[in-house]
């Protein structure tokens, strides 16, 4: 069974930075996509950020040349660098892990999730 848990999130003022991390336990083997989502109240899940177990990356146009993926496969970690922030990034955030191939922004592609780390941004 695959768990992930989050942390880094907080409160930020609009033009900071926050960095989000997602500790993977369990059976690794299958996890080759991994992503992060959010998610306001009222509105659905929205894919953030993927990256494959190639290293290729896929962002959202909403914070492509904001935010940055990465993944430390010996710490089975997964990173959101969130700069530039916006009061419109507040949210929830969730890791996601997913199983092999292309590694595409749907929430029906990844099966396993976190509970979510919280991210707020004033003006």
């Known amino acids: 069974q695959v768990q992930l848990v989050e942390s880094g999130g907080g409160s930020a003022q609009a033009g900071g930075s926050l960095r989000l991390s997602c500790v993977v336990s369990g059976w690794v083997y299958s996890t080759y996509c991994m992503g992060w989502f959010r998610q306001v109240p009222g509105k659905e899940r929205e894919g953030v950020a993927g990256?494959?177990?190639?290293?290729?990356?896929v962002y959202a146009d909403s914070v492509k040349g904001r935010f940055t993926i990465s993944k430390d496969t010996d710490k089975n970690t997964l990173y959101l660098q969130m700069n530039s922030l916006k009061p419109e990034d507040t949210a929830m955030y969730y890791c996601?892990?997913?199983?092999?191939?292309?590694?595409?922004?749907?929430?029906?592609?990844?099966?396993?999730w976190g509970q979510g780390t919280q991210v707020t941004v004033s003006s």
């Open positions: 996601a892990a997913g199983g092999a191939g292309y590694c595409y922004l749907s929430e029906f592609r990844f099966g396993y």
């Open positions: 990256i494959d177990n190639s290293g290729s990356m």
